[in-house]
């Protein structure tokens, strides 16, 4: 009989643990991450990600990047500070994050419907890396990958989202910011 409670209990906790993360989806005051085609040169495309909410939020990326500041004559990666209390090192807005992963996406119609085609690009393996709230970060994606894609995103979540542990439940409250290629790659500004 006990080992019977203790799988119940497991089950009710991992129901309640689920339950929170889908009420906080909810949340009425997000604003927006964007992700904006800003430039480019005759080899690469500029893509800037805007964090406008009130979070931090985390991206997937290769490596690892920090953001430095002096601190009394120190020089230290900068943080932000979670609402869970906890703190966490944030990318740079000054240098390209090169190895942020990213999804093209191609429609083609074959003689019965749409299918959708996604390319992920980057590394097999990454680090979670975070965006400071109210702070924007920015990638170069090679012209040659765009040739056929339709539409470029990037995968996200908030930090309310990590679970007790600190970690992210795969899949469950993945988000994408998404940015329709078009005319836009062709007609872009030349980067400064």
């Known amino acids: ?18 339950g929170c993360f889908a009420q906080s989806r909810s949340d009425t005051r997000l604003s927006k991450l964007d992700l904006n085609l800003e430039c480019g040169t005759a080899k690469h495309l500029k893509f800037r990600i805007s964090n406008r909410t009130p979070y931090v939020i985390s991206i997937p990326t290769g490596q690892n990047y ?29 240098v390209p994050i090169n190895s942020i992963l990213y999804f093209l996406e191609r429609r083609h ?42 539409r470029i995103s990037v995968k996200f979540n908030y930090e309310w989202e990590l679970n007790s542990n600190g970690v992210f439940l795969g899949g469950l409250n993945e988000h994408l910011a998404e940015f329709a290629l078009g005319s836009s790659v062709t007609k872009v500004d030349k980067c400064k």
């Open 1 to 18: 009989m006990k080992k019977l409670e203790s799988i119940t209990l497991v089950a009710v906790l991992l129901v309640f643990d689920l």
């Open 66 to 94: 920090f953001a430095w500041e002096n601190a009394g004559g120190i020089r230290k990666p900068r943080t932000a500070k979670l609402d869970t209390g906890g703190s966490v090192f944030v990318l740079p807005d000054d």
């Open 109 to 150: 119609r074959n003689p019965s419907r749409f299918i959708v085609e996604t390319t992920m690009v980057g590394s097999d393996s990454n680090s979670t890396s975070w965006i400071d709230k109210n702070s924007s970060i920015f990638f170069l994606v090679n012209r040659a990958n765009l040739s056929t894609a339709e």
